[in-house]
């Protein structure tokens, strides 16, 4: 793999991994967890770029408890810019806020694809 590859294989599973929690069955200092249903997460915030924008808004919001998921997106944004913590992507206002938890949300969701060359 090349440092590239390995760098953006990293963010994703980061972005994945440390942002979204633990699956179902995990264990916790030896004790089970059980999975989480849809009901029990607070806030699920969508990252992405513009395409990702136009489903969000283009109805999304209208079929999931839109109290409970929320947006951040940039236009252009690739998966190499989103793996840095100084692109300003990050920064971005959210849009449509959850109603609790929107700075901490319980789980994340990547829609980004690589650099268009």
Known sequence: MSPR?????????????????????????????APRTAASFECSQVIGFSQT???????????????RWQL????????ELWADPR???WSQPLVSPCASRSTSPDRILVTISGAFE
Do not use: H
């Open 87 to 89: 692109f300003s992507g």
């Open 53 to 67: 924008n136009e489903w969000y808004a283009g109805g999304f919001e209208r079929v999931v408890d839109n109290a």
């Open 5 to 33: 590859t390995t760098l953006v294989a990293g963010a994703a599973l980061a972005l994945g991994v440390v942002c979204c929690g633990g699956r179902g069955g995990e264990t916790r200092a030896g004790t089970p967890v």
């Open 72 to 79: 951040l997106w940039q236009g252009g944004a690739s998966i």
